[in-house]
Structures are given as C-alpha cells and as structure tokens.
C-alpha cells in the first residue's frame, strides 16, 4: 500500500509562488511510474496540471504557461510542484497521483488559495 502526502498549500497574494510536495510512504520506491499534480478548482472538475515520469520527460496543462514546474526526488520518493506567479483563478485543492507498475495512488490534497 502507498499512501501519499501532499504538503506545502496556503494562502497567498497575486503574483506570489508556492512550492507543493508530495511524499509517497513506500518501502519500494515509485521510481517507475509517474508522478502527477492533478487540481480541482471551485466549480471545475479535477484537471491536470502537470506530469513526470522521469527528469526529461515532463507535461504541462496549457494554463500552466511556463509558471509551474514540477520535479520528483526518486531517492525519496518525493514530487514537487514549484508555482510560480499565481494567480486567483489558480485556487483549488492540488492533488498527487502516482500511477503504474506499482500501482494508482491518490493523495488526499492540499488546498490553495490565491488572494487578489
């Protein structure tokens, strides 16, 4: 069983920046499958904001427009969201997902509130 655990959700101002993480409690690490940043903002269903399998090999959605870069930590089983430039229409809860080989994982999200 893997469990994740996002962290890293507040309150910010317009044009501020927040770093999310996300933590998979394992003891085999998620390496092989990728790693995602899904959102669900008010009224919206949940989309997705970004992936990775691997350091080369990332996606974005098309609203992130180069503000939000995400990265994963293998050795610790660890996936980051660094956003930058937020803006309100960026305010939900951000989940982590993990799928593949090992499994599809949700986290239980951590909320973002970006205040103009």
């Known amino acids: 069983q893997v469990q994740l655990v996002e962290s890293g959700g507040g309150y910010v101002q317009v044009g501020e920046s927040l770093t999310l993480s996300c933590a998979a409690s394992?003891?085999?690490?998620?390496?092989?499958?990728?790693m995602e940043w899904y959102r669900q903002t008010p009224g919206k269903e949940r989309e997705l904001v970004a992936s990775?399998?691997?350091?080369?090999?990332?996606e974005y959605a098309g609203f992130v427009k180069g503000r939000f870069t995400i990265s994963r930590d293998n050795a610790k089983n660890t996936v980051f969201l660094q956003m930058n430039s937020l803006n309100a229409e960026d305010t939900g809860v951000y989940y982590c997902?993990?799928?593949?080989?090992?499994?599809?994982?949700w986290g239980q999200g951590t909320q973002v509130t970006v205040s103009s």
């Open positions: 997902h993990t799928f593949g080989p090992l499994g599809d994982y």
């Open positions: 394992s003891t085999v690490r998620l390496s092989i499958n990728a």
């Open positions: 990775i399998v691997h350091p080369g090999n990332t």
